[in-house]
């Protein structure tokens, strides 16, 4: 009896569980606007207080014009991570089953980068059987969601391995996708490429002709003036996350249409519910549309906190492709990623 009412509950429980991260993976929680939600994102991390960085301001800038340091692609992230993702690194692979994950099938980027994540990661202890799964109580909670969501919202993943293999699940999903007309041009679906365990995600619009044909995000110039930007910030570019707003090239590189960005919004949401990072770079007016809805001026928006899902600070920026376009640009584009970084407690490093 007593037996009975225990498992009753545990379903229960799971159920409601499912049901919340759902809820909370499809975008009903939060309110964008909500000023005392933003201060609460906000304030959580900015307490740390870092160095004032204004006085690096300079430097920092001129920093953007300086060569990204030259690392072999796909390696390295580890060593030029921030400490806390350093501390979850290890030496050793992890075990069978999750390698195998992330090679279902044939190499990816996103695949490599999971391999990458998976070997870095520490050993676990093998895990006890789970005593009675029960898929039954999450999918009655969760009728209408697609695989990707399912990955999300089966359990919380909380190794690094399960972050990957989840992250790993949804880009064979956007491998196949045909959800909207982008998938009729491309040559690769392009999902990410960095740091799952990162606490920065970068959002650009979408790949462009030399992403299409890497399927790799943010690998042509507008690429690799990225990359410096990342490297003032005192990262290294595997060091942090980078997707797009749609994972297909659009025709003559346009603007995604709102619909377009609308069916791939979901893949986008369930990278951010699993990395969870403390903030969001919106690079241009395409990736802040993209996220949190609006269709205000870049130039309106950039420098000024905003928030998705209602937990997540995002800061608005120039797009890189803009600043090559127009290179003055720069100075606020580091003042925005400054303002990042004393969020994050962070200073720039002195780029000398
Ligand atoms: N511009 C983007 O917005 N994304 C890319 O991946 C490349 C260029």
Redesign the pocket.
Known sequence: MVDALREELADLTASVRAFLEWHAMTGADGLPGDPSALHEALGASSSEGGPPAARRADRGFAGLDAPAPAVPRGGGGAAFAPAAQRSAAGAFPAPPEQRAAAFASPPHPEQRAAEAQAARAPVQPPRAPEPSPRPAASAAAAPRAEPAARAVAAAQPDTPEERAARLSLIAEEVRTCQKCPLHEGRTHT?FSRGDPLSEIVF??????A??DQQG?????P??QL?DKMIAAMGYHRDGVY????VKCRPPK?RKPEPAEMAACSPYLASQLALIKPKVIVA??A??VQGLIGTTEGITKLRGTWKLYKGSIPIMPTF???YLLRQPSAKREVWSDLKEVMRHLGKSAPDRG
């Open positions: 392009v959002v650009g619009e979408g790949p462009g030399e992403e790799e995000p943010f690998v042509g507008a690429g990225l980078i997707c797009n707003i590189n690079l241009g395409t990736a797009h890189p492709a």
